[in-house]
């Protein structure tokens, strides 16, 4: 077995040395990363948390992320209503309507970076005979990652559960019962050439 073991690491051994990936150094970033708003905004969710980022407040924390990653901090006036912040371009915005819910974009459209405006929310998750709600009538939370697959978010949000500092949490866009949210793409400072 031992024999075995080692004759297939020589193999690997030999197999990586005429591959050009494996003589790259391994501190060289990749030619077509290119770093984005929305990356920069999580990496600044990620620095702080468990910190209290401005007064602690939701939006403090999306505002100084825009900040710090180059966006603006505000993509224009309350809309719909007076209240509801405005990130940037809209790309998605589930609502529950008397009919159901209802979504304009598709969940395909989010990225880790964008923003989220709650508004009257209510989240009913039930997991196996555990049933637990949420609310959040006015809150502000950042888009961390995304599946798809099971229309899951993963968010940075600060002022949740009164802590306010930035914390990590789970959002299943399938368990929202009342309300809408709004999710926005951030946009970047007009540069000044």
Partial sequence: ????????ALSLLLAGTTSTVAQQ????PKENAKETIGDRVVAFCKKHKGEKVGDGQCAALAIAALQDSGAKKRGGPDAPNDGDYVWGELVFTLEITSKGPKATGKVDAIKPGDIIQFRDSKWVTVLGNRTSSTTALHHTAVVATV????NMLGIYEQNSN???IVSESVLRLNDLREGRIRIYRPIALESKD
Wanted: hydrophobic share 30%; proline share 5%; glycine share 6%.
């Fill in 147 to 150: 599946d798809k697959k099971s």
């Fill in 162 to 164: 009164g802590k306010k």
């Fill in 25 to 28: 150094p391994k501190d060289k």
């Fill in 1 to 8: 077995m031992r024999i075995l073991a080692n004759a297939l």
